[in-house]
């Protein structure tokens, strides 16, 4: 057995995921399988500029 704990692991199947897909030559489009990654900081500005968008249509509709 391994003695990695599971973050390691993960990012060390990832590594050699991507290794082979560089090896084989099919990682052009690697990255897009990957989900982004939000934070904090990107959430509250995506949710603050879903805010101004609805009170500009609402002001746009009086």
Same mark, same amino acid.
């Not at 560089?22 to 052009?28: R, V």
């Given at each position: 057995?391994s @003695? $990695? /704990?599971?973050?390691? #692991?993960? #990012?060390? =199947? @990832? #590594?050699r /995921?991507? $290794? $082979?897909?560089?090896e084989?030559?099919t990682?052009? @489009?690697l990255?897009? *399988? =990957?989900?982004p990654l939000?934070k904090r *900081? /990107?959430?509250? !500005? !995506?949710?603050?500029?879903l805010? =101004?968008?609805?009170?500009?249509l =609402?002001?746009? #509709?009086v």
């Amino acid at each position: 057995m391994s @003695d $990695l /704990t599971p973050p390691e #692991a993960r #990012a060390h =199947v @990832d #590594a050699r /995921t991507r $290794l $082979l897909a560089q090896e084989a030559g099919t990682d052009k @489009d690697l990255g897009s *399988s =990957v989900p982004p990654l939000y934070k904090r *900081s /990107t959430t509250v !500005l !995506l949710g603050g500029m879903l805010v =101004v968008i609805i009170v500009g249509l =609402v002001w746009v #509709a009086v």
